[in-house]
């Protein structure tokens, strides 16, 4: 009676086990491009560009997205702050510079 109480609980884990291997796998996949409907500097693209690049503190504070400092903070983030190449921050040039680093 062991034996077949055994050989149940060692399929149940098999299958948990399987599940989180699909789970890991698929969140290390290649995930698609999240801004292909939202036009850069949109609401939505703001919204886009925060959910790939968080610029939160991982306790609900950060700046306002899309405001001049969760640029700046997007720009450090992305390793790019103070680099000459990139657009004025106001700008829709910037947003499409953005958008090429994080979604191409």
Same mark, same amino acid.
């Given at each position: 009676m062991?034996?077949?109480s055994i +050989? +149940?609980?060692a399929k149940k884990a098999s299958a948990i086990l399987f599940g989180a291997l699909v789970l890991t796998l698929y969140g290390c996949s290649e995930q698609s491009n999240s801004s292909a409907s939202a036009t850069p500097c949109s609401p939505s693209w703001f919204e886009a560009v925060e959910a790939k690049v968080g610029t939160g503190d991982g306790q609900g504070h950060g700046p306002d997205v899309g405001s001049?400092?969760?640029r700046s903070v997007v720009e450090f983030r992305l390793g790019v702050r103070g680099d000459e190449a990139v657009p004025n921050s106001e700008s829709q040039a910037w947003c499409d510079y953005i958008d090429a680093l994080v979604f191409k």
């Open positions: 062991k034996l077949t +050989k +149940k609980t001049s400092e969760w």
